[in-house]
């Protein structure tokens, strides 16, 4: 087999392409960097973390990134939102130990969201589906060309099609697919009952991971009612999926009567959700109201603002400012953070809050015997390097995806200059 040292000392004698039996490479000129070498980058050194982390960057001008795995050794794979160079995966290896990124290789040629490791094997999301790779015992796809469809033909409509996945220890594949309208309304603007729409997007389908081009007949409608999820993680320590859901725009634009400018702005809450099999958190029926602390009517179904319904959807574990995007979600189970952060989780925000002047940030959720223990706490933000609250200049970075190396520590991934930030803990652990 031509390992990953052979690869990149192939490409030094000026070859344009190699191929393997381990990877399909596009090779770089060995006079220059490549396109992953980071650079230096004020932005690492101006994020805003506790006392006792810092943050470097491991790679740069990677492309539209998405969500990112890493393996056992500490390489990479990241997954691109569109095409850089033909492929939406990049492999990513640090060859000389130095911290920065030195090696990229590029493969599958479908952009997406999700990416995972589980075992000897990586999971990748299209638009429309999930693939499977196997990985040898170093951590490396052993044939790039010939992936495994798992799942295919999910609903791709241009808007909020990500497909984040999650993996349990029982062979289930989770995946999310959001919906591409906000609502579920007929022609004159009223709700649908029965909403059509939850057939297809607005949910969870739980698929098994050893059967190929499975399709929506194939899998369990798992969870329903969630407008947009891209935050998905099983929690090792519950033994059950969690969720993120974006929820639902255009109160005072549709309903002016009811909302205020200043209500649209701070209404609905984002939310996370444990989740079980048949469980149902309401969209488009109703939405989370984090002032009245409940779940209110929406308006297309006769909502007034306040008229409110229990005990018949599933309440969030945990509600976050309106508007903030979460786009990825992971429970931390590493040992070099302290304590506190064991099992708790973080969460990627990828747009802002008007009402806080605060976004595009890492959260930080603390839980205890499996329940959120504390309220949510900024981790890590200052990644677009301007004032939200009195913004000038253009936006640095976007956090983007969140996900655990070997050695404990985090790598964030950002969709704007395609940076992974790497953040370490090196204080007391106490």
Known sequence: MITMRKIVNYCKSGCAFVISTLIVA??????????????????????????????????????????????????????????KDGKGIYFLRDTNHDGKIDNSIGFGNYPGTGIRIQGNTLYASSNSGVYKY???????????????????????????????????????LYVAVGSYDETCTDASGHGILNCPLLDSVGGIWQFNTNKQNQSYHDAVHYARGMKNVVGLDWNEATKSLFATQHGRGGLHDKFPKLYTPEQDKALPAETMYELHNGDDAGWPYVYYDPFQHKKIVAPEYGGDS?????????????????????NDLMFYTGNQFPEKYKNGAFIVFHSQSQPLKKGYLVAFVPFKDGKPAGEWETFADNFTGVDLSNPGGSYRHRPIGIAQGPDGALYVSDDLKGTIFKITYSGDKK
């Open 26 to 83: 596009s090779c770089h000129n060995a006079n220059q960097e490549t396109a992953t070498t980071a650079t230096v980058d004020s932005a690492a050194a101006e994020l805003k973390l506790p006392p006792g982390f810092s943050a470097t960057i491991v790679a740069d001008s990677l492309g539209a990134l998405r969500h990112l795995a890493v393996n056992k050794n500490g390489d990479i794979y990241v997954k691109l939102g569109s095409l």
């Open 306 to 326: 306040k008229k409110s319904v229990d005990n018949k959807y599933l309440d969030p574990i945990a509600t976050f400012p309106a508007h903030l995007g979460p």
């Open 134 to 172: 196997q990985l040898n015992d170093r951590g490396e796809v052993t044939d790039t060309v010939r992936a495994e469809v798992i799942v295919q033909g999910l609903v791709d409509r241009g808007r909020d099609n990500a497909k984040a996945i999650a993996l349990d220890d029982n062979n289930n």
